[in-house]
T-cell receptor
C-alpha cells in the first residue's frame, strides 16, 4: 500500500543524547516536511525539502537536523542542542499541488 | 506572514446535529489555499477539505463543507449530521498557492477539540 511510515511510534531519550526519527514514503512525492506538535497546540514546521539533496529551515529548526539523500526518505535528528524535545513529531509529503499527506507520528519523550 | 486563528478550544455537540468550527485567517498573499485536517486520538492528520482563494463556490466533501467568506477572512468547517466518530481535534491551515520553490509550507491554527455526545 502507498503511504508514509514513521518509526518508531514511541521514543525515549536521555538528556544529552541525539536521536533520529525515520520517515519513509512510497508515494513518489517530491516534497517532504517535518512538524512538531506540543499538547494543545497546532503543528509547527521544523524543516522541509522540495527535492533530493536540498532542504530548508522551517519556523523552529534550532536543535534539529535533516538529510534528504533519497526521494523516499527524510530522517530528522533531534540533537542535544534542542532544549525541550518532548513532543509529537509528524512527517508529511506532498506532490506539490494541494494537500499534504501525513504519517502516523512519533512521540518523543525525554527522560 | 500568515496566521490562522481558531477561537473555540473545545465544543460539545449532540449526535446527528450539525456543527460549525470557526477559522479566521490573515495573509498578505493574493493567492492561497485553506485546509481542514482531522486528528483523532491516534495522532495521524487526516485531510478533510480544501478551498482555493479564487474558487467561487464553497468546497464540499461528503458531510464536510467549507463556508468561505473571503471579505471576512473566514473559512469555517461545517459538519452535517455529526457522528460519534467525528470526535477529534480539528485544525484549520493555509498556505500560499503560488508555485515558487519552497513556498508550500502550511501554517496551522491551534485546533478545536470536538466531542460528539450520544
Amino acid at each position: 500500500d502507498g503511504g508514509i511510515t514513521q518509526s518508531p511510534k514511541y521514543l525515549f531519550r536521555k538528556e544529552g543524547q541525539n536521536v533520529t526519527l525515520s520517515c519513509e514514503q512510497n508515494l513518489n512525492h517530491d516534497a517532504m516536511y517535518w512538524y512538531r506538535q506540543d499538547p494543545g497546540q497546532g503543528l509547527r514546521l521544523i524543516y522541509y525539502s522540495q527535492i533530493v539533496n536540498d532542504f530548508q529551515k522551517g519556523d523552529i529548526a534550532e536543535g534539529y537536523s535533516v538529510s534528504r539523500e533519497k526521494k523516499e526518505s527524510f530522517p530528522l535528528t533531534v540533537t542535544s542542542a534542542q532544549k525541550n524535545p518532548t513532543a509529537f513529531y509528524l512527517c508529511a509529503s506532498s506532490p506539490g499541488q494541494i494537500e499534504q499527506f501525513f504519517g502516523p507520528g512519533t512521540r518523543l519523550t525525554v527522560l | 506572514a500568515q496566521k490562522i486563528t481558531q477561537t473555540q478550544p473545545g465544543m460539545f455537540v449532540q449526535e446527528k446535529e450539525a456543527v460549525t468550527l470557526d477559522c479566521t485567517y490573515d495573509t498578505s498573499d493574493q493567492s492561497y489555499g485553506l485546509f481542514w485536517y482531522k486528528q483523532p486520538s491516534s495522532g495521524e492528520m487526516i485531510f478533510l477539505i480544501y478551498q482555493g482563494s479564487y474558487d467561487e463556490q464553497n468546497a464540499t466533501e461528503g458531510r464536510y463543507s467549507l463556508n468561505f467568506q473571503k471579505a471576512r477572512k473566514s473559512a469555517n468547517l461545517v459538519i452535517s449530521a455529526s457522528q460519534l466518530g467525528d470526535s477529534a481535534m480539528y485544525f484549520c491551515a493555509m498556505r500560499p498557492t503560488v508555485s515558487n520553490f519552497g513556498n508550500e509550507k502550511l501554517t496551522f491554527g491551534t485546533g478545536t477539540r470536538l466531542t460528539i455526545i450520544p
